[in-house]
């Protein structure tokens, strides 16, 4: 990758997660209302004084949104945005094959690599399993009707962020059939720069630094205090 290519992904990757994760996770804390959370009414004041030390309305919106905004919200938002990032920041690494995100040849060993994409190294879970291995031996087996061999080892589960440390069972049942790169280890196999990854977080924690949502967090707050004292 030169260096021209590797500033390319970088400005995609940021524009990418301003419009389609900060912007969207902005967007969604603002339209939050009480009725929203479908309260559990045993624990809604249990929470609100295990986590402030009181039962006031302004504690228990804390406890309702602070764990939907800085937790499953944005998770969510950021899983079922990798599809598009793979055509939006990875374009010309996008796969015709069914089932394969991304198509590249390997910088460590040269092979071309048949990659299904996700977020993190815990964000399968066990239905996930069987789906992916069946994805890529119909993707061998179609390429073997075409007259192309494909080694078990040129297909791959690429992991956006985490380490190998950090990988699920799921992933590690995956992992005995085909590799699983994670984090680093990936953006590593697909650019050939051992610093893509530090240098692609740097870019995140510029991009935040920009953001300014701590206004929309505490109005979203403050409205569903009041939601919960009319209640």
């Known amino acids: ?41 045993f624990l809604q004041l249990y929470l609100a004084k295990f986590a402030f030390g009181d039962t006031s309305a302004l504690s228990q919106a804390k406890a309702l949104v602070l764990p939907r905004v800085l937790g499953t919200s944005i998770t969510t938002t950021f899983g079922n945005a990798i599809q598009g990032f793979c055509h939006n920041v990875l374009p010309s690494y996008a796969s015709t094959t069914s089932g394969i995100d991304i198509e590249f040849f390997d910088a460590v060993d040269g092979q071309r690599k048949y990659c299904q994409l996700k977020a993190g190294p815990q964000t399968i879970n066990k239905d996930d399993i069987d789906p992916i291995i069946q994805t890529f031996k119909n993707a061998k087996h179609l390429a073997r009707t075409n007259g192309l061999r494909i080694p078990d080892d040129d297909f791959i589960v690429g992991v956006i962020y985490g380490s190998s440390e950090q990988l699920s069972q799921n992933y590690k049942k995956i992992a005995k059939e085909y590799s699983v790169f994670v984090g680093q280890d990936f953006w590593y196999h697909l650019t050939g720069d051992d610093k893509f990854y530090h240098d692609l977080i740097e870019t995140m924690t510029k991009l935040v630094n920009e953001v300014g949502a701590t206004d929309i967090l505490d109005s979203t707050i403050h409205r569903i205090e009041k939601e919960i004292q009319a209640n």
């Open 1 to 41: 990758m030169t260096e021209s290519e590797k500033k390319e992904i970088l400005r995609a990757a940021k524009t990418y997660f301003k419009e389609n994760i900060i912007d969207n996770h902005i967007s969604n804390t603002a339209k939050l209302n009480y009725k929203s959370f479908n309260p559990n009414p």
